[in-house]
């Protein structure tokens, strides 16, 4: 057997596994969903400068899309990969856009656009990577 070559099993195989993950990760990904934007547009909560640095809502922004990018990818695994990237950075820009708008103490900023690009980034190419080694 080549390597280079898998297997009609070995391919089955692979593709059952990730059908079983995508199973798990179509019913969290609307549920992580809906609470991110509850989150992202919520009005803002002052918080004790105390424990936090400056920027630290830039490494929050990367996390949170980070994981929904892994989720979203896991959940819909048969999407092209440009399709999956425009409707998260789109997303990603909504969510800014409509912080400026709804005037809740939040603002329009372009670094955690960056962030969320970065972390959405992220989170597919993890997705991929743990892929590959399945």
């Given at each position: 057997?080549?390597?280079?070559?898998p297997s009609?099993?070995?391919?089955?195989?692979?593709?059952?596994?990730?059908?079983?993950?995508?199973?798990?990760?179509?019913?969290?990904?609307?549920?992580?969903?809906?609470?991110?934007?509850?989150?992202?547009?919520?009005?803002?909560?002052?918080?004790?400068?105390?424990?936090?640095?400056?920027?630290?809502?830039?490494?929050?922004?990367?996390?949170?899309?980070?994981?929904?990018?892994?989720?979203?990818?896991?959940?819909?695994?048969?999407?092209?990969?440009?399709?999956?990237?425009?409707?998260?950075?789109?997303?990603?820009?909504?969510?800014?856009?409509?912080?400026?708008?709804?005037?809740?103490?939040?603002?329009?900023?372009?670094?955690?656009?960056?962030?969320?690009?970065?972390?959405?980034?992220?989170?597919?190419?993890?997705?991929?990577?743990?892929?590959k080694r399945?």
């Amino acid at each position: 057997m080549n390597p280079n070559n898998p297997s009609c099993c070995q391919l089955k195989n692979i593709k059952l596994h990730l059908d079983n993950y995508s199973k798990i990760f179509i019913r969290v990904l609307p549920i992580y969903w809906a609470f991110l934007t509850f989150m992202l547009l919520r009005p803002s909560v002052k918080v004790d400068p105390i424990f936090l640095f400056q920027g630290v809502d830039k490494v929050v922004h990367f996390g949170i899309f980070t994981v929904l990018s892994f989720c979203f990818m896991a959940a819909l695994p048969r999407l092209r990969f440009s399709v999956s990237l425009v409707i998260l950075l789109v997303y990603a820009l909504l969510t800014e856009v409509f912080q400026g708008i709804m005037k809740n103490g939040r603002t329009f900023e372009l670094l955690d656009i960056v962030a969320d690009t970065a972390g959405i980034l992220t989170g597919i190419f993890i997705y991929r990577q743990m892929n590959k080694r399945k």
